[in-house]
C-alpha cells in the first residue's frame, strides 16, 4: 500500500443517516450516490436491531438477533452494503449494548423472565435485584393507584392486558381470581410514580421503559453481539459506535471482550469527558465519538470577555430565576441533588442497600456501625461532587472522588464522628478495602449511579437552568466556562493526534442540543452582548409576556438563533415546552402544570414568533456575515482537525436545529450549491484524496499570525501538505479595524487555494488577501 492510500479499517471520513420507519434501508441506499459524491468514506447508520414498532431512533432493542423489518430487515441491510460497496463506501453502525426495551410482548427474553422468574435461562440478561419487592419485578405501567386501576386489568388466557401492554401468566396460575393472580406472578403492575422509588431493576438514566442489560456476563454478550459479529465477519459493517459505555458494570472489561471480538475493528464510545479528563488508556478503542472536539471547536468562536458581559445581562434580566445569581457550579450541585432525591431515588436506595450490606458483613471494624442513613448520605455528598460521569477502574479513582469532595461531604453531618461515613465510602470507592465480590458490585453500583446522575443533573436539568449563553450548553461542554483559546486549542489537537488520532469528531449529532449552525449565530452574541441588550429590552419592554424572565431569555436565543425557518413556531414551541420541563422550576415531564404552560405557548407566539420577533430577525439579519464566518470555520476546523470527522445528515449544507426530535427531521439529500456546501466537499474530498496527511502516521503542526489581528486568526498544518486557516470572532476584527497588515507564515514551498483554484501563497501571506473571498481558507502544498 503506498503512503497516498488509506487502511480501508479506519475511516477518512464518516455520514450519519438516522434510520426510522419513514426513512428505511431503502432511503438509505438512494441517498449513497450523493453521500459518495461528498468524499466520506463510510455511512454511519443509527442502530439497527430489532426495535419497538415505531420507534423513530431505534435505541429500544427487542431482539439482538434480527435486523429491524421496519427497516427492511436484513436483506435490506446487505442490499444497502452492497450499494454503498459499489459507490466505494463502508458501514460503521451504532449499537446499544447496555440497555433494552422493557417492552415485554416485543422482547421475547423479557417476556420469558417475567414468566419463569429467575430459573430463566434469560434472568442473566438483566440487572434485576430479586431480593427486593418480594421477588416481584415491578413494572410501572400502571396510569394510577392499583385500586383505581384494577378493572383494566384482564386475564387473557395465558396472557395478562391492560390496555396495549400484554404480560406473560405464569404456569398454572391462569384460572386465578385477580388479586391472588397478581400476587402469583414474578412481576407486578404497579402506578407509574412509583419508579422514582421502588424500582428493582436497573434503567438506563431515569427511563423506566429501558432495563439494564448485563453484558458483562460472557453468555450475555454472546447472545446479544452474535449478530452484530456476524455482520463484521461478513463484510457487510465495518466499524462501530458503542452507545453509554458509562451505564455497562464493567466498561474496560467490555470493551476488551468486544475489541477481541471485532478483531480490532475501528470502534469509537459515546463517552463524554469534562474538561481535562482523559479517556481511559488502556480500552482498546479509536476513540470517543467527539463530544470532547465539539466542545474545543465551539469554544474557539466564542469570546471571553464578551461572554463575561453577557453573564452580568442575564444575572440582571433573569434574576431571581437564575438559580440564586447565575452560578454554573453551583447551579450543577442543586440540581444534582434533585436528581438523586427525585429521578434516581430508586437507584440511590439499591446503592445503600449494597454498602450497608458491605459494611455489615465486613471483617474491618472501621466499616462496621454504619447507619444505613449515614452512608447514604456521605453518598449523595460524594456523588454530587463529582465532576466526570463515573469513576474507571483502570484510572486513579482518587483523582475523582477527591480529599476536597470528602471535605465537602463531611459538612453535611452535624456530628464528626457520624460523618466517617464519608471515609468509608469514600475508602470503598477508592478500593481500599479489598477486591471481594460485595466491594466490586458496591464500586460498581456507585460508577453506574454516577453516570446517570451526571447525564440527567447536567445535561438533562442544569443545561436548561443555567442559560447565558444556549450555544454552551452542550453536550460535553463548559457553560460556565465555554471560551477555548487557540493555544488551548492547538494543545487538545496536539494530544488527539498523539493518543487518539482515529478517534471520532462531531460537531452536531442526533443529540446535540442545537446544531452548529443554530450555535454558531449564537457565538456572535458574545461579540455584540451590548447590542443585544439593546434589541432585548426593546423587545421585552412592557415585560413582553413571558411566564418567567430566565425562559425569555432563552426563547429570545432560540429564535436568534434559529432564524427564519419553515414551521418555526411550532418548532419554537415544542423545543421551549421541553426547555421548561427539563429545567423543572415550574413545570415537568411528571408534573405538568397546564396554565405555566399554557403561557408558554401563548408567548411564544406572542413574542418569539409574533411581531417583536420581527425586531430579532432584523438584528440577525445585521449580523449574517459574522455568522457565516462562525459556521464555515468550524465546519472546515472540524473536517480537518485531528481524528475521523462525523458529518450528520444535512450539515453539509446550512442546517439549522434545535433539540431532538426536531433535529431528527428528515432531510433532503442532493447539492444546493451554498458556499458551506463547497467547504465541506472541498474538505472531504482533499481527506479522501490525501488520507496519509490526516491519518494515525499525520502530523499537527499549529500556525501562529503575526500582526495586531494575529488572535483572529486559527490556522495550522497537516502533515505539511494541508493547511486550515479560518477567521475567528470576525465581528470584533470588523470593529477593530479589519486585518490591519496582518500576515501568516506559511510552511515552506508555495501552496494552492483548494476553495478558490488559480490562487496560489507562499512565505508570509497576507491575510486581507487570503481572506479576501471567504472568511476560510484551505490550502494544499503544491508538489515540488
Not at 411564544?604 to 420581527?614: I, K, N, Q
Not at 445528515?649 to 439549522?656: D, L, V
Request: contains cysteine.
Amino acid at each position: 500500500m503506498t503512503p497516498e492510500q488509506r487502511d480501508p479499517a479506519v475511516p477518512t471520513a464518516t455520514y450519519r443517516l438516522q434510520l426510522q420507519p419513514g426513512f428505511p434501508f431503502g432511503a438509505a441506499a438512494d441517498a449513497v450516490p450523493y453521500v459518495a459524491s461528498l468524499g466520506v468514506s463510510h455511512l454511519h447508520l443509527s442502530p439497527v436491531l430489532e426495535a419497538v414498532p415505531g420507534s423513530p431512533h431505534g435505541y429500544d432493542v427487542v431482539d439482538h438477533a434480527r435486523v429491524r423489518e421496519e427497516l427492511g430487515g436484513e436483506e435490506g441491510l446487505r442490499e444497502l452494503a452492497r450499494t454503498a460497496r459499489e459507490h466505494g463506501l463502508g458501514l460503521v453502525v451504532d449499537i446499544v449494548p447496555n440497555h433494552m426495551a422493557m417492552s415485554p410482548r416485543h422482547n421475547r427474553a423479557l417476556w420469558e423472565v417475567l414468566r419463569e422468574g429467575p430459573a430463566s435461562p434469560y434472568a442473566r440478561w438483566f440487572d434485576i435485584d430479586w431480593e427486593a419487592q418480594g421477588g416481584q419485578v415491578l413494572l410501572p405501567v400502571l396510569g394510577g393507584p392499583f385500586g383505581e386501576e384494577a378493572g383494566r386489568l384482564e386475564a387473557d388466557g395465558d396472557v395478562l392486558r391492560y390496555y396495549d401492554h400484554a404480560f406473560p401468566l405464569r404456569e398454572g396460575t391462569a384460572g386465578l381470581p385477580l388479586p391472588r393472580l397478581l400476587d402469583a406472578q414474578w412481576y407486578r403492575p404497579v402506578w407509574w410514580r412509583l419508579a422514582r422509588t421502588e424500582l428493582n431493576y436497573r434503567r438506563f438514566f431515569s427511563i423506566s421503559e429501558l432495563i439494564g442489560v448485563r453484558v458483562e456476563d460472557p453468555e450475555v454478550f454472546d447472545a446479544t453481539h452474535g449478530k452484530i459479529l456476524e455482520l463484521l465477519r461478513e463484510g457487510v459493517i465495518d466499524g462501530l459506535r458503542v452507545d453509554h459505555p458509562d451505564g455497562l458494570a464493567d466498561p474496560d472489561g467490555y470493551l476488551r471482550r468486544l475489541h477481541e471480538a471485532t478483531g480490532g475493528r475501528w470502534t469509537v464510545v459515546e463517552k463524554i469527558l469534562s474538561d481535562g479528563e482523559p479517556l481511559p488508556p488502556s480500552w482498546p478503542v479509536a476513540g470517543t465519538t467527539g463530544y470532547d472536539a465539539l466542545r474545543h471547536v465551539d469554544g474557539l468562536f466564542t469570546d471571553p470577555a464578551g461572554f463575561g458581559e453577557l453573564l452580568g445581562g442575564y444575572r440582571r434580566f433573569a434574576a431571581p430565576q437564575t438559580d440564586r445569581g447565575g452560578d454554573w457550579d453551583a447551579t450543577v450541585r442543586r440540581a444534582a441533588y434533585k436528581v438523586l432525591t427525585h429521578d434516581l431515588a430508586t437507584e440511590v436506595d439499591r446503592l445503600t442497600r449494597v454498602t450497608s450490606r458491605l459494611c455489615a458483613a465486613s471483617p474491618e471494624p472501621a466499616l462496621r456501625d454504619r447507619a444505613p442513613w449515614a452512608l447514604r448520605t456521605a453518598l449523595q455528598e460524594l456523588l454530587v461532587r463529582l465532576e466526570v460521569y463515573r469513576p474507571y477502574a483502570s484510572v486513579d479513582a482518587a483523582g475523582v472522588v477527591t480529599e476536597e469532595a470528602a471535605d465537602g461531604a463531611r459538612l453535611a453531618f452535624a456530628v464528626p464522628e457520624e460523618a466517617g461515613a464519608v471515609d468509608v465510602v469514600r475508602d470503598l470507592v477508592l478500593g481500599r478495602y479489598g477486591d471481594g465480590p460485595e466491594h466490586v458490585e458496591f464500586r460498581t453500583r456507585f460508577a453506574q449511579t454516577a453516570s446517570a446522575l451526571r447525564a440527567k443533573s447536567v445535561e438533562d436539568t442544569a443545561f436548561y437552568r443555567y442559560v447565558p449563553l444556549l450555544s454552551a450548553t452542550e453536550v460535553g461542554g463548559n457553560p460556565g466556562d465555554p471560551a477555548v483559546s487557540p493555544e488551548r486549542f492547538h494543545a487538545y489537537c496536539a494530544r488527539v493526534q498523539r493518543d487518539w488520532p482515529s478517534t471520532g469528531t462531531v460537531v452536531s449529532t442526533h443529540d446535540t442540543k442545537r446544531s452548529a449552525d443554530v450555535r454558531a449565530a449564537l457565538h456572535v452574541l458574545t461579540e455584540c452582548p451590548e447590542r443585544w441588550a439593546d434589541v432585548l429590552a426593546e423587545v421585552t419592554r412592557g415585560g413582553g409576556g413571558a411566564p418567567d424572565a430566565q425562559l425569555a431569555w432563552a426563547a429570545w436565543q432560540t429564535v436568534f438563533g434559529l432564524g427564519p425557518a419553515q414551521d418555526a413556531e411550532e418548532r419554537v414551541r415544542g423545543a421551549l415546552l421541553k426547555h421548561v420541563r427539563e429545567a423543572g422550576l415550574y413545570t415537568s415531564w411528571t408534573e405538568q402544570e397546564p396554565p405555566y404552560e399554557e403561557a408558554v405557548e401563548r408567548f411564544v407566539a406572542e413574542g418569539p414568533c409574533g411581531v417583536p420577533g420581527e425586531r430579532v430577525a432584523a438584528f440577525r439579519a445585521s449580523l449574517e456575515p459574522h455568522i457565516r464566518a462562525n459556521a464555515w470555520g468550524a465546519a472546515l476546523v472540524h473536517l480537518t482537525m485531528p481524528g475521523v470527522p462525523d458529518v450528520y445528515q444535512g450539515t453539509e449544507h446550512e442546517y439549522r436545529a434545535l433539540v431532538d426530535p426536531d433535529n431528527r427531521r428528515t432531510v433532503r439529500f442532493g447539492g444546493d450549491g451554498s458556499g458551506k456546501e463547497a467547504v465541506t466537499r472541498a474538505a472531504l474530498r482533499l481527506r479522501a484524496r490525501r488520507p496519509a496527511a490526516f491519518g494515525d502516521t499525520a502530523s499537527y503542526a499549529p500556525l501562529t499570525a503575526e500582526g495586531p489581528a494575529a488572535g483572529h486568526c486559527l490556522a495550522f498544518a497537516r502533515s505539511g501538505e494541508v493547511l486550515t486557516a479560518v477567521t475567528r470572532l470576525s465581528l470584533r476584527l470588523a470593529e477593530a479595524g479589519g486585518w490591519r497588515g496582518t500576515r501568516l507564515a506559511l510552511p515552506a514551498g508555495r501552496w494552492a487555494d483548494v476553495l478558490e483554484p488559480g490562487r496560489e501563497f507562499g512565505g508570509h501571506a497576507p491575510l486581507e488577501e487570503l481572506f479576501e473571498r471567504s472568511p476560510v481558507a484551505l490550502l494544499e502544498r503544491i508538489p515540488d
